[in-house]
């Protein structure tokens, strides 16, 4: 049996809404206030960031819980559907939410790897690096509630759920066994059409993304790595998104879980930039959670009655990720294969 929505956009939107002005000023408060001057971001900063941004996210999961436990019994909607339980799917969204969340997150280190080339290759100064990722990750927010509104529309059809689920297990099997490339951003083809259409200067010029130069209009290198970084998250919001949608067919779930694991991405960057490395096993724990979330969209899914239990999804990832993550510390890369 289907799940019903608990969210019809329909029904909802105000709650959309409500909370992109809410994501909009927390991105207000951090580039506006918290970090209105350029500045080196400590090791210590970032950490602190790192833990409001996911205190943050957990904090929103416990009101959507306490949220859905006050609503659903008054929900003439929902109630008219037989064996629908109000109390038990406040607790299924919730845990939903937390999935979603931890799904998304852990997907983040790879990107993290990406942007330490990408900022390393067009030299972005370290008291500039924060800037450049704020516009990427608002970019990202961009992308991914537009790839998010499409997953929700084209999930509707059968063909589309296998079509996901099987790109992402192949994704998951690539990810395990794939050899470690190198980033070239010279090698971007829209770097190289960008270049064609829009000069670009060969040196900073401070915080600017466009200056003139002789009357005319050149974009500097923090753009182009601008360009590099957006480039990037789509091409990692295609295996995310529809990891998450196998986590849950709710579109609001989807999207709060997956903009607060983007939000919480610069500080994480900068948490761990200088230890990407060690976690060089992950790749595998990411790859068994695709291959794990792809077999629940085209079978076990179905086989469970329409939706596999969450309680053993989140237990399944976390722990996979978990393994992952603490091998990784026990049996560290040598140095001569480092990246």
């Known amino acids: 049996m289907t799940e019903p929505t608990l969210f019809p956009f329909a029904d909802y939107w105000w709650l959309y809404g409500a909370f992109a002005a809410f994501v909009g000023v927390l991105l207000f408060l951090d580039l506006g206030v918290f ?72 997907l983040s280190v790879d990107n993290i790897f990406v942007f330490v ?23 990202a927010l961009v992308f991914r509630a537009i790839f998010i509104a499409l997953g929700a529309a084209l999930l509707q059809y059968n063909w589309v759920t296998w079509l996901f689920g099987g790109f992402l297990i192949v994704t998951g099997v690539r990810m395990m066994f794939a050899k470690d490339k190198g980033v070239e951003p010279e090698e971007n083809a829209l770097i190289r059409l960008f ?8 040196e900073m010029h401070g915080r600017s993304f466009f200056v003139r130069v002789n009357g005319r209009r050149h974009a500097t ?11 990037t998250d789509i091409v990692f919001a295609v295996d995310s998104v529809p990891a998450i949608f196998a986590l849950t067919d709710e579109p609001f779930i989807v999207f709060s879980s997956n903009i607060f694991a983007i939000l919480g991405l610069r500080s994480l960057y900068f948490l761990l930039k200088g230890a990407v490395d060690k976690f060089h096993l992950l790749k595998y724990g990411l790859g068994v ?51």
């Open 35 to 106: 970090h209105r001057r350029e500045h080196p971001v400590t090791f210590r900063e970032a950490g602190i960031w790192t833990a409001v941004w996911v205190v943050l996210a957990l904090a929103f999961d416990v009101g959507l819980y306490f949220y859905l436990r006050q609503r659903l019994p008054h929900d003439a909607r929902l109630l008219a559907i037989p064996g629908f339980e109000p109390l038990a799917a406040a607790r299924t969204a919730a845990l939903e939410f937390l999935a979603g969340y931890v799904v998304e997150y852990s």
């Open 117 to 139: 080339v990408v900022l390393a290759y067009f030299a972005v100064p370290v008291h500039l690096q924060h800037r450049v990722l704020f516009f990427g990750i608002l970019g």
């Open 221 to 231: 290198p923090l753009f182009a790595c601008l360009l590099v970084l957006e480039m």
């Open 195 to 202: 270049r064609r259409m829009v000069p670009v200067t060969s």
């Open 289 to 339: 959670v695709l291959v794990f979330v792809g077999l629940k969209m085209v079978w076990l899914n179905r086989a469970f009655g329409g939706h596999f239990p969450i309680v053993p999804s989140l237990a399944i990832i976390v722990g996979v990720i978990g393994a992952s993550i603490v091998l990784s510390l026990l049996f560290p890369k040598p140095p001569e294969e480092t990246r």
